[in-house]
């Protein structure tokens, strides 16, 4: 199955920066969040949906709704400019993670 | 804290092999599931498999299968994948992952990644 996000996403500091994440899978399954700096591992930023782990700041939050899960970064900083991807998993143990989002900050 | 550390730089020729080892410390090395995700140049992420180092259960990715093995050692809390018959779009830094402490589904803990380049 796959995972569609848009290839980039610009916004202005201190604005709110939304990216998507459409999979059928995601009717019945979590979303999870990715934050990848260049030349370096990626980051978990969001678990199930709209967790955040410990390290993660707050103007990061999440959400799921039908087919589509969504990352909002608000108040959004210069260092915030990274690559997202969204991944999610079936029952069966099967992994599958979107194709990115370049978020680039003018 | 958690930590996993991978094997160095690889080169390897078309139809050759490849073994990337990945050494866990700082948690309990059998109660977490360790994931294989690959990133080719300038590309996205690309999940390969898993292998949960209790059992040595596998659950490989359809496009690996019969070319990817994972096995561990939890004797020196160490996975390994090997990847064989390489061609050259297996170019690409190879991540060893550890699957997640909070819900299970997510991989909360990277490795630094190694790269492994396939040309003639």
């Known amino acids: 199955y796959e995972l569609t996000q848009p290839p980039s996403v610009s916004v202005s500091p201190g604005q709110t920066a939304r990216i998507t994440c459409s999979g059928d899978?995601?009717?019945?399954?979590?979303v999870y969040w990715y934050q990848q700096k260049p030349g370096q591992a990626p980051v978990l930023v969001i678990y199930k949906d709209s967790e955040r782990p410990s390290g993660t700041p707050e103007r990061f939050s999440g959400s799921s709704s039908g087919t589509t899960g969504t990352l909002t970064i608000s108040g959004v900083q210069a260092e915030d400019e990274a690559d997202f991807y969204c991944q999610s998993a079936d029952n069966r143990g099967t992994y599958v993670f979107g194709s990115g989002t370049k978020v680039t900050v003018l | 804290q958690v930590q996993l550390v991978q094997s160095g730089t690889e080169v390897r020729k078309p139809g050759a092999s490849v073994k990337v080892s990945c050494k866990a410390s700082?948690?309990?090395?059998?109660?977490?599931?360790i994931h294989w995700v690959r990133q080719a140049p300038g590309q996205g992420l690309e999940w390969m498999g898993w292998?949960?180092?209790?059992?040595?259960?596998?659950k490989y990715s359809k496009k690996f299968q019969g070319r990817v093995t994972m096995t561990r050692d939890t004797s020196i809390s160490t996975a390994h994948m090997e990847l064989s018959s390489l061609r050259s779009d297996d170019t690409a830094v190879y991540y060893c992952?550890?699957?997640?402490?909070?819900?299970?589904?997510?991989?909360?803990?990277w490795g630094q990644g190694t790269l492994v380049t396939v040309s003639s």
């Open positions: 292998i949960y180092p209790h059992s040595g259960a596998t």
């Open positions: 992952a550890r699957g997640g402490a909070y819900s299970g589904y997510e991989i909360d803990s």
């Open positions: 700082g948690y309990t090395f059998i109660a977490f599931y």
């Open positions: 899978a995601l009717a019945n399954q979590h």
